[in-house]
């Protein structure tokens, strides 16, 4: 497209490196997009912005960021394997995002190809109304151009990709197919509107000029989803896409207004509308981080943004200094003197502004909503290679993560792991490439540990004294306390029952704090123990000998006492699933979630999929993503998000139990 609009001088391809949007150098390297660039044309005097979103699973969630930018969504589909995973999906963040869908069928030039079949899935699968508005001209290896469904005109193509083409009448051999997709297109089109069906019933047909008229509003309305042809790589069909994107995609003018808030609360203030004429607004839809650049990507919702101006982030609360504008061209900025509504501008050099953030008008403040995005779906534990690694791991994190917003780095408090969760392996995989190549971070990547903890079962008293006499002053430390087990969920509860003063009051905290540091590491597989309350009741002092420390080895003697005496108890951390799968996969799905001791919650149809919402310990679900991928085919999706602790059944507790001692970490703990 970018080619046809004279905004590029040659035809890109990914694989050789010379796509203006697949500049990456993990994009180039592994020939798929891995995040979403802008670019811009002229076409008819119009200014188009196109975002070319990833469409690889690993990096899709980037591709619903950048269409709460858009106002059309246009789908590229393979005209030899018609919908996949990715259509499926942007499909459905379209419909989220209450977008008008165009789809180009591609690669008509290739063996296999079916456009009819392209049609029937767009119907079945992605919940589409689509309709041809052009008939392809030969296929496969005679692919040679197509036919206008509305104009009835043929285009002709050279097929050496110089995208040269002459204008004909349609070819004898076609009148029937056309004149068939023109009356489809006709009933659909008249259906969209009240008054047009009149007209229609009353004509039996439309005019060309009703038709078109007509095209823009049923689009708007999603009554039907324009299907246009051809093949990029011959470069045949893209003046005919860019015609119909000027002429019948909405116009950003006309698509209702963005919902505002306000910067303060979630109240609704009045809607902004593309348009010059109200006070400036902007959506932060996607940041860069190119050749030592943030780059923020600003939708510009409404009035006009100049550089040298101070704006408010809405989101934030915080002024912020917009120096300058520019377009992005692929990784290229050009300076820009104003932007208008409906634009799409690159900021530089923004102080505290994010992904999902609104910069606004300082008298006029508000704030957009910001794309809510699932919790990741899969996590590792990564592992500096060496202590240089370690030390720049985090700021080169920071900037990967301001990047991918579809990421997530934590370090576990618990396993002290550094924790990266993304979307699926691959994702977390060229996560790690790019730290390697563009940051010079090598990390290993493994399974993240499960942070089981434990807990324990009834009430008991202990009585614990710690005493120690080394010639000089001695140690002296007695307390008696209740262990008691309390709900899963409750933590930890420290009552002091010290009656007169048989504990001074400046040494009863310390008992505590010595039952705390015990309780880090249990005594059943060297977990930390939670859920208990103690009672300090009763014990006593030492005029001289007696201080802090005695008091603290006190308490961690009692606890280890009591551990003795009660029912250990090991918890595991059960996840709130959620499986989206085609409806023909469901009865699997959940088969294979109760085989990881899956509790289902529930189920629920929506469109041709079906959502099967369950409780699984966490310790099953690291192998999820590739069990759930070869039993779909790829089609199913999940997220998972921790819901509770719940208590492991004796299989489990025995596993960890018998790793935790092979490992040396209970025993070793008991020696302490
Ligand atoms: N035969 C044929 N191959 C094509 C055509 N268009 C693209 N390709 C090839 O298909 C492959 C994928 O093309 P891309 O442009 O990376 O596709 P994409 O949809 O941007 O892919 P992602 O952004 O990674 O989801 C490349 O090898 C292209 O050369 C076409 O019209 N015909
Ligand atoms: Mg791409």
């Known amino acids: ?159 050496d990709g110089s995208g040269a083409f002459v204008e004909a009448d349609v070819p004898a051999n076609l009148q029937t197919a056309v004149a068939k997709a023109r009356e489809a297109l006709i009933e659909r ?119 040298d101006s101070l704006v408010l982030n809405g989101s934030r609360g915080a002024l912020e200094k917009v120096a300058a504008l520019y377009t992005l061209q692929g990784r290229q900025l050009d300076k820009l003197t104003e932007a208008h509504a409906g634009d799409i501008v690159a900021l530089t050099k923004l102080k505290d502004t994010h992904t999902g953030d609104t910069l606004c008008d300082k008298a006029a403040p508000v704030r957009f909503a910001p794309v809510t995005m699932p919790e990741p779906a899969i996590s590792f534990a990564i592992e500096p290679k060496s202590r240089a690694d370690e030390d720049k791991l985090s700021g080169a994190m920071l900037r990967i993560l301001e990047q991918d917003g579809t990421l997530r780095y934590a370090r576990d408090p618990q396993t002290r792991e550094f924790i990266l969760s993304g979307t699926n392996q691959q994702h977390i995989e060229l996560t790690v490439e790019r730290l390697k190549v563009r940051y010079g971070v090598e990390v290993a990547i493994h399974a993240p540990k499960v942070p089981y903890l434990e807990t324990f079962k009834g009430r008991v008293e202990v009585h614990a004294r710690h005493k120690k006499q080394t010639g000089g002053r001695g140690q002296f430390g007695d307390c008696k306390c209740i262990f008691e087990a309390l709900p899963h969920g409750t933590g930890f509860r420290f009552v002091d029952k010290i009656v007169g003063g048989v504990i001074p009051q400046q040494f009863r905290p310390a008992v505590e704090k010595g039952i705390l540091e015990a309780a880090e590491h249990g005594a059943l597989a060297g977990y930390p123990v939670v859920d208990f309350q103690v009672e300090l009741v009763d014990g006593s002092y030492h005029t001289v000998d007696s201080d802090e420390l005695s008091f603290k080895l006190a308490g961690r003697k009692a606890f280890r006492a009591a551990m003795e005496k009660v029912k250990l108890v090991l918890l595991e951390p059960i996840m709130h699933v959620v499986v989206s799968v085609p409806n023909e996969f469901a009865g699997d799905a959940m088969s294979d979630l109760s085989t990881r001791r899956g509790r289902i919650l529930g189920i629920n149809a929506k469109g041709n999929r079906q959502i099967v919402e369950a409780h699984v310990p966490l310790g099953e679900m690291l192998t999820y993503a590739t069990a759930l991928n070869s039993l779909t085919s790829g089609r199913g999706s999940y997220t998972m998000r921790f819901a509770h602790y719940d208590e492991a059944p004796p299989q489990v507790t025995q596993r960890v139990v018998a790793e935790a001692q092979a490992a040396g970490r209970v025993r070793a703990l008991e020696e302490v």
């Open 1 to 159: 497209m970018l080619y046809a609009m004279g905004a590029t001088p040659r035809l890109g391809k990914v694989a050789d490196g010379t796509a203006l949007t697949d500049f990456d150098e993990i994009a180039i390297a592994h020939q798929l997009s891995t995040q979403t660039s802008v670019a811009h044309g002229v076409w008819r005097d119009h200014k188009l912005n196109l975002l070319d979103t990833p469409g690889a699973t690993a990096f899709i969630l980037d591709s619903r960021l950048a269409l709460r930018a858009a106002e059309t969504a246009l789908i590229v589909l393979d005209a030899h394997n018609g919908v996949e995973i990715g259509t499926e999906t942007v499909r459905q963040y379209a419909a989220e995002f209450n977008l008008p869908c165009f789809v180009f069928i591609n690669k008509l030039d290739k063996e296999q190809t079916d456009v009819e079949s392209c049609l029937q899935v767009l119907t079945e699968q992605c919940d589409l109304r689509p309709v041809l508005l052009q008939i392809p001209i030969g296929i496969e290896k005679q692919f040679r151009g197509l036919v206008d469904v509305v104009r009835q005109r043929a285009f002709l193509y050279q097929t």
């Open 189 to 307: 089109v008249a259906e969209s509107d009240d008054r047009l069906l009149e007209t229609f019933f009353e004509q039996g047909t439309l005019t060309d000029e009703q038709v078109l008229a007509g095209l823009p509003a049923a689009i708007r309305s999603q009554s039907l989803t324009p299907v246009f042809l051809g093949s990029a790589t011959l470069n045949i069909g893209i003046p005919q896409l860019l015609d119909a994107l000027v002429s019948i995609a909405p116009d950003p003018a006309h698509v209702g207004g963005w919902l505002g808030m306000s910067p303060l609360d979630d109240n609704l203030v009045s809607p902004r509308h593309v348009t010059d004429d109200e006070p400036f607004a902007g959506y932060v839809f996607k940041t860069l981080d190119e050749q030592f650049n943030r780059i923020s990507l600003c939708k510009i919702v409404s009035g006009i943004l100049r550089p």
